[in-house]
C-alpha cells in the first residue's frame, strides 16, 4: 500500500478523477448519502484548490481509502452546514485546526465480513495516521470532524485521543456528531 | 456552565451528579455478522452497543458508552462495556482540570451507579425488535 497528498493540482494525473469517483462509490452508492454527482464523480464546493486529499492505494493501485482536509480558516463543511453540532460554540477558524470530512477506507476488491471489519483494515490505520500526519505538516494541532454516531469509539480504537463537540443530532435521518481529534 | 474553545463543557463532580440525564438513542453495533459463541451446545449470539444520553438545557452534557448483554444465573443484564465517551472535563474545587483519564473514570463510576438498563434493553427491544433491521456501514 501506498500513501498519495496534495492539493488536487499537484496529484499525480488522473488521481483526483479517481478520488471523486471512488467516493461516489462509497457515499452515494453504497452509503445512499444524498450528494451532488456529476458523470460518475462526488464533489462539492468543499473541493477546491486549496482542499488537500490523502489517498490510499493497494499494490495494484486500487483506492481503497481516501479523505480530504480543509482548513478552518476558510468555509469547511462543518462550519457552513451543521454549525448546530457544536453545542453553541461558534465554528472554529483557527490555522491550528483542520477539519477531516469525507472519510472512506472501503476496499472494494476485498469482501470484508463486518462493516466494522472494513473500517479496522489496515488502510483505515494508515489513512487516519496519514491524514494526521499531513494535517500536522500544515500546522495543525487539532482535527474535527462530523460523523456519524459511534466514529468516536472507532477512532479511539486507533490509539487516538478524540472527544464529541457536543450531542449526536438527527439530520437527514441519520445521528451525526461533530468529534475532536488531537494531532 | 459554558463551551470551552476546546468543545469540553467543564463541570464539578457535585454538579454533574445533579444534572439528570436523558436517553437519546440506543444502537446495535453495526456488525452485520454478530460474533458467535458456543454454549451447551446452542449457538449464542454476543449482543453488543452502544448509547447516547443528554443533559437537558444548554450547554448539554453528552454522554454516550458502549454495552453488551451479559446471561447468568437465568437472567439478562445490560452492563456498560469500555469508557464513557463525552464531552464533559470535570474539574476540581480550584476549577483545574481533572484530565481526561481522571474524568473518564469518575465518569464511568457515575454512570455505573444510574438505573440505565432498563431504558436501554426497552429502546433496543422496540427499535430492533419488530422487524430485524440492523445498522447500515461505517464510513463519515
Redesign the interface.
Given at each position: 500500500m501506498r500513501v498519495i497528498t496534495g492539493a488536487a493540482a499537484g496529484l499525480p494525473e488522473g488521481c483526483y478523477g479517481r478520488v471523486t469517483s471512488y467516493r461516489q462509490r462509497?457515499?452515494v452508492e453504497?452509503?445512499?448519502w444524498r450528494l451532488q454527482v456529476r458523470d460518475g464523480c462526488e464533489t462539492d464546493q468543499f473541493d477546491r484548490l486549496d482542499t488537500v486529499y490523502v489517498l490510499v492505494e493497494d499494490d495494484a493501485g486500487n483506492i481503497t481509502g481516501c479523505t480530504r482536509l480543509l482548513p478552518t480558516t476558510q468555509p469547511y463543511l462543518l462550519a457552513e452546514v451543521f454549525p448546530q453540532l457544536?453545542?453553541?460554540?461558534l465554528p472554529?477558524r483557527d490555522a491550528v485546526v483542520w477539519e477531516l470530512?469525507?472519510?472512506?477506507?472501503?476496499d472494494f476488491n476485498r469482501r470484508a465480513?463486518?462493516?466494522?471489519?472494513?473500517?479496522s483494515h489496515s488502510a483505515t490505520a494508515l489513512l487516519m495516521r496519514a491524514a494526521i500526519a499531513c494535517a500536522a505538516e500544515r500546522g495543525a494541532q487539532?482535527l474535527i470532524?462530523?460523523?456519524?454516531?459511534?466514529?468516536?469509539?472507532?477512532i479511539?480504537r486507533l490509539g487516538l485521543?478524540a472527544?464529541?463537540?457536543?450531542?449526536?443530532m438527527i439530520i437527514d435521518g441519520q445521528?451525526?456528531?461533530?468529534c475532536?481529534i488531537e494531532v | 456552565m459554558h463551551v470551552s474553545a476546546d468543545g469540553y463543557v467543564r463541570v464539578d463532580m457535585a454538579v454533574f451528579c445533579s444534572i439528570s440525564l436523558v436517553h437519546l438513542l440506543s444502537a446495535l453495533d453495526a456488525d452485520a455478522d454478530l460474533p458467535l459463541t458456543h454454549a451447551s451446545g446452542a449457538c449464542v449470539a454476543s449482543i453488543t452497543g452502544y448509547t447516547e444520553w443528554v443533559s437537558p438545557g444548554w450547554p448539554a452534557l453528552s454522554l454516550g458508552w458502549d454495552w453488551s448483554v451479559a446471561t447468568g444465573e437465568g437472567r439478562v443484564r445490560y452492563q456498560r462495556d469500555g469508557e464513557v465517551r463525552s464531552n464533559v472535563m470535570l474539574v476540581n474545587a480550584r476549577w483545574r482540570d481533572l484530565g481526561a483519564q481522571a474524568s473518564a473514570m469518575l465518569l464511568c463510576a457515575a454512570i455505573d451507579s444510574l438505573e440505565w438498563e432498563s431504558t436501554v434493553e426497552h429502546f433496543i427491544r422496540d427499535r430492533y425488535g419488530s422487524d430485524g433491521s440492523s445498522p447500515g456501514p461505517v464510513a463519515w
Open positions: 462509497v457515499f453504497r452509503l445512499g457544536l453545542n453553541g460554540l472554529p470530512s469525507r472519510f472512506a477506507a472501503m465480513a463486518t462493516p466494522l471489519a472494513q473500517f487539532r470532524t462530523v460523523s456519524p454516531v459511534g466514529i468516536e469509539r472507532l479511539r485521543h472527544h464529541r463537540a457536543g450531542p449526536p445521528w451525526i456528531f461533530a475532536w | -
